[in-house]
Each structure stands twice: as C-alpha cells, then as structure tokens.
C-alpha cells in the first residue's frame, strides 16, 4: 500500500494530504468534545470554551487544546510523512541540524525585525474594511476578539510548574507541530509539485497565516511563515524552523508572564513603533540583511529539494 501510494501523482498525493488532516482533526475535535464533556460538562454545554472562570475551567481548555493541536497539526504530518516517505524523519528532515552558530544568528535575527515587525502588526491590526463590507469587518473582528480571549485563557495560571505547562502548550506544541505539517509537508509538497520554491514557500506561509483564522494579525504571520519556510530550504533541516517558531511564542509568552507579575512588557510591544524609534527600524532591518546573508544560503545543490542534507560551511549542516 505504502509503495502505491508513493507512486502517486501531485494532485494525487494533494487529497490524500487534505483528507488525512481534515480526518484526523475532525477525530480530535470528537474525542476532545467528550473527553471535555466528561471532565467539565458545564463549561461545555453552558458556557463555552472562551468563557473559562475558574482553575477547573482553565485546565480543561488546556487539555482539549493540546488534544485538538495533537490531531490537527502532530499525527497527520507523522502519517503522511510514513506514507509519502521511507523514513518519517527522512522526510521531515529531521536527522540533520545545523550547528549551534545558525541557531543564534536566527535569534539575531528576530531581535533584528523586531522593530519593523511591530509597526507591521500595529498596520494590520488597524486595516478597516470599506463600508460596504461592514458585516464582514463585525464578523472578523469576533473572531479576533474570540481568539485573543482563548488565548488569554491558555495563559493562565500562577507558579513555575503553570509557566512550564504554558510553554509547553503554546510554544513547544505549536512550534513542533505547526512546522511538521506547514513546512515538513505542505511547502515541501508545494515544491516538488511546481518547481518554484519561492512561491512555494510564500504560499505555505499564506496557508498557514490563514489556518490560524485572526485577519488582524494575518500579515506579521505570513511574514513569519515566511521566514520558517526558508530556514527550512536554506538549512535543509526542519530544527531551525522549529526553534524559531518556539523562541517567537515563548518570548510572547513570557512577556504575558511578566505583564501579570506587575511588570511592564508592553515597550517590546511598541519597540520601533514611535517617531523616534525609527532608527531602530533601520538599524535592525540593516543587521537583518547581513544576517540573512548568512541564514539564507544555500546549503545544497538542488533547489528543489529541501531534503538531500550535506556537508555544508561553518555554520551549515552537520554531515548526516
């Protein structure tokens, strides 16, 4: 069955992709609705998920939205890659890393576009609609609003042990299967279907901007998909995209943490945001570029391919 299916056809192997993730979410979302409904069965046939209260309502939310990423995001990937590939981690490109420095240059990195990113997400956030699409606007806006409330939710808790179970949830979890399925499947779908890894790269990014449904935060998310998707295809390795999707949402889950304990953490926020900022959006785009220089080079011959590893410079690749 595994050696048919290999032989499949790009729009072939495309259903096949798009059936196993619906399957497998729509199997997640039944199980985490009755194991909630076991747990906490006020919260859900009352009140709703987005109106957690209490440490009890709090901790189910956590449970269901761990299940629901699990299924949505983790188990469909590791499928698709046992079916489309010999090995899973041959075809997440996992058994290659690059070495310690390509790791602090992508912190670099996001310091870096930090500045132009907040301006960025302070656009986004304050499009408006024309008139005429008033009703949409309403409905988008509930959405966001809906979100950020789960999100809110997500972050509560008190303690080291709750700050763990937070990271766990809402950095490690999402970094580890969100690049799986956008970066290890999807965009490396993309660019053997149509030959052309920039686009293919854009619209795994745009897809995985869109799946998180918030259209005020849509552009800074695409960007970020963005930049995953090439240190994924200039690195040859998943680890990079991995860690950078973790030390984004950690930093912001923290700067949560910090903003409850009574501290401000609201100028990284507006870092680059003032009239008077703006040197720092030049000064870091201008670190951005020399450090992209370095990250977004290519560390193999094949353009097409993002999954033939080799020896590669200082910081490129281990030999695999």
Avoid at 196 to 218: D, E, N, R, V, W
Avoid at 306 to 311: A, D, G, K, M, N
């Amino acid at each position: 069955m595994f050696d048919t299916i290999k032989k499949y056809n790009y729009y072939q192997k495309t259903a096949v992709i798009l059936f196993l993730i619906v399957a497998s979410m729509l199997i997640g979302q039944v199980f985490a609705g009755m194991l909630g409904f076991i747990l906490n069965p006020e919260l859900l046939v009352e009140s709703g998920l987005s109106e957690a209260k209490t440490t009890a309502d709090y901790n189910t939310v956590k449970l269901l939205q761990f299940i629901s990423a699990l299924f949505t995001f983790v188990i469909p990937a590791l499928i698709i890659a046992k079916l489309f590939g010999s090995k899973v981690s041959n075809y997440l490109d996992l058994n290659s890393s690059p070495k310690i420095t390509y790791y602090i240059l992508t912190i670099l990195f996001l310091f870096a576009i930090l500045p132009a990113m907040n301006i960025i997400i302070i656009w986004n956030s304050s499009l408006q609609l024309p008139e005429s699409m008033s009703a949409l606007e309403q409905s988008l806006m509930e959405m966001e609003e809906s979100g950020k409330n789960m999100t809110e939710i997500m972050l509560k808790g008190s303690g080291v042990g709750q700050l763990l179970i937070n990271l766990l949830l809402m950095a490690l979890l999402p970094a580890i299967g969100e690049e799986f399925l956008f970066r290890g499947i999807l965009q490396k779908h993309l660019i053997d279907w149509i030959k052309k890894p920039h686009l293919a790269i854009l619209l795994s990014g745009i897809i995985f901007s869109a799946i998180h449904f918030q259209f005020y935060g849509f552009i800074p998310r695409v960007i970020l998909g963005v930049l995953f998707g090439y240190l994924v295809y200039y690195s040859g390795s998943l680890w990079p995209a991995i860690f950078a999707h973790f030390f984004n949402n950690a930093m912001a889950v923290i700067s949560f943490k910090l903003g409850e304990g009574g501290l401000d953490a609201s100028e990284i926020d507006n870092f680059g945001t003032t009239s008077s900022d703006f040197y720092f959006i030049f000064i870091g785009l201008v670190l951005a570029y020399f450090i992209g220089k370095i990250l977004f080079k290519k560390t193999h011959p094949d353009p097409k391919q993002t999954s033939c590893l080799h020896e590669v410079d200082d910081i490129g690749n281990i030999e695999s």
